[in-house]
């Protein structure tokens, strides 16, 4: 969430923004509640209405630190 809004941003939005999508529960909420990290997110870019360069930035980078 950094990359896609800045830091301080992004916390404000997973603690503040209420996601029907995560069962009417914050980001924080749903993955202390065992929500997947993937579903939080994919919720947040589609509530966030993120360009799909965004929305799948952070897989990305995740393949590249495994090479």
Known sequence: ????????????LAADLVI?????????EALAAGVPPRQVWDAICGVMEL?????????????????
Not at 1 to 12: E, I, L, N, Q, T
Not at 20 to 28: K, P, V
């Open 1 to 12: 969430m950094d990359h896609a809004f800045g830091a301080v941003y992004a916390k404000s």
């Open 20 to 28: 029907g999508a995560l069962g009417s529960r914050t980001a924080a």
């Open 51 to 67: 360009p799909e360069a965004t929305r799948w930035a952070y897989r990305e980078e995740a393949k590249k630190r495994r090479r």
